[in-house]
């Protein structure tokens, strides 16, 4: 049997050979799939927890021409009136924590977050504006809060920071989908392409076939060479999409995304890749297996 499967390997090479890469980019392209869902679901877990929406008040530099502001710098009143509608049972079920950030407050948290900037230099207390924070309790649903303030005298703007990351979320579904796609298609391609190499490699051993089927050979010895050699080309492939799949994650996502999108602190990382590793091989020997099978079944008949 193993002398029948290095025969068939080394007749079929070049056909082999496509095998594997096709399977090699199909696995690569589902374990980048696989990378991209678990990478969603890390910043969704990460980011949705701490978004908030700002309501910023009017101060003595906002924009005079906006109607909200038009009247000047935010009254007690409207701060009263802001903060009752904040807690009115309206709202009260989607909002979690409130609490309002002064101007002092406000630049201590720029210069924290622009300490190495010679930005803060330039701004004083005075300057920043007075907010209201608010905390979500499903933060998918900011624009309810969002839609409540927008536009209310003494508000300057309304910020929710999951206006940017649905952008973002939306992309790296993109590129999830996109990625799946083309598995999917490749898979397919795969999937001929290891029928048709099988149906050849039985038409050009059909005599030896057929002897072995009249002395008495079972249909599982038979078939077994056959399927050996889809296997063994599969495993091929899955061995280097997971070769690449491993230095993808730690070289380009580790090592360049990492350092060059800083704001993003939660990356997939190795440990991520080598749990989407079985799935990979699993799908590569099933895919190999079943083909095979399928196409041996009319070349048992003598």
């Given at each position: 049997?193993?002398?029948?499967?290095?025969?068939?390997?080394?007749?079929?090479?070049?056909?082999t050979?496509?095998?594997?890469?096709?399977?090699?980019?199909?696995?690569?392209?589902l374990?980048?799939?696989?990378l991209?869902?678990?990478?969603?679901?890390?910043?969704?877990?990460?980011?949705?927890?701490?978004?908030?929406?700002?309501?910023?008040?009017?101060?003595?530099?906002?924009?005079?021409?906006?109607?909200?502001?038009?009247?000047?710098?935010?009254?007690?009143?409207?701060?009263?009136?802001?903060?009752?509608?904040?807690?009115?049972?309206?709202l009260?079920?989607?909002?979690?924590?409130?609490?309002?950030e002064?101007?002092?407050?406000?630049?201590?948290?720029?210069?924290?977050?622009?300490?190495?900037?010679?930005?803060?230099?330039?701004?004083?207390?005075?300057?920043?504006?007075?907010?209201?924070?608010?905390?979500?309790?499903?933060?998918?649903?900011?624009?309810?809060?969002?839609?409540?303030?927008?536009?209310?005298?003494?508000?300057?703007?309304?910020?929710?920071?999951?206006?940017?990351?649905?952008?973002?979320?939306a992309?790296?579904?993109?590129?999830?989908?996109?990625?799946?796609?083309?598995?999917?298609?490749?898979?397919?391609?795969?999937?001929?392409?290891?029928?048709?190499?099988?149906?050849?490699?039985?038409?050009?051993?059909?005599?030896?076939?057929?002897?072995?089927?009249?002395?008495?050979?079972?249909?599982?010895?038979?078939?077994?060479?056959?399927?050996?050699?889809?296997?063994?080309?599969?495993?091929?492939?899955?061995?280097?999409?997971?070769?690449?799949?491993?230095?993808?994650t730690?070289?380009?996502?580790?090592?360049?995304?990492?350092?060059?999108?800083?704001?993003?602190?939660?990356?997939?990382?190795?440990?991520?890749?080598?749990?989407?590793?079985?799935?990979?091989?699993?799908?590569?020997?099933?895919?190999a297996?079943?083909?095979?099978?399928?196409?041996?079944?009319?070349?048992?008949?003598?």
């Open positions: 049997m193993l002398s029948e499967i290095a025969l068939g390997l080394r007749r079929n090479l070049s056909m050979i496509s095998v594997i890469l096709v399977t090699t980019v199909s696995l690569l392209m374990g980048v799939g696989l991209a869902q678990k990478q969603v679901s890390v910043m969704k877990e990460y980011w949705y927890d701490r978004v908030q929406v700002s309501v910023f008040l009017c101060g003595a530099d906002s924009d005079k021409s906006k109607p909200s502001c038009s009247s000047g710098p935010i009254t007690e009143a409207q701060k009263t009136s802001i903060l009752a509608e904040l807690s009115s049972p309206q009260k079920p989607y909002i979690e924590q409130v609490f309002f002064s101007k002092q407050e406000a630049y201590q948290h720029l210069k924290e977050e622009y300490r190495d900037s010679s930005l803060v230099d330039n701004v004083t207390p005075d300057q920043m504006p007075e907010s209201y924070r608010v905390r979500l309790v499903h933060p998918e649903q900011y624009e309810i809060v969002s839609d409540a303030f927008r536009g209310q005298p003494g508000i300057d703007t309304v910020q929710d920071d999951n206006a940017v990351l649905d952008r973002l979320f992309l790296l579904n993109g590129l999830k989908w996109s990625a799946w796609v083309i598995a999917g298609l490749t898979l397919v391609c795969s999937v001929l392409l290891v029928a048709t190499t099988i149906r050849l490699t039985a038409f050009t051993r059909r005599r030896e076939t057929g002897i072995m089927r009249l002395v008495g050979a079972s249909n599982l010895v038979i078939q077994m060479p056959f399927i050996l050699e889809s296997l063994i080309s599969a495993v091929i492939g899955a061995v280097l999409a997971s070769v690449i799949l491993v230095a993808f730690q070289f380009a996502v580790q090592g360049w995304l990492a350092g060059t999108l800083k704001f993003i602190r939660n990356w997939v990382d190795l440990t991520d890749a080598v749990l989407v590793l079985p799935a990979m091989f699993l799908v590569g020997l099933g895919i297996g079943l083909s095979s099978f399928l196409s041996l079944r009319r070349y048992l008949k003598v």
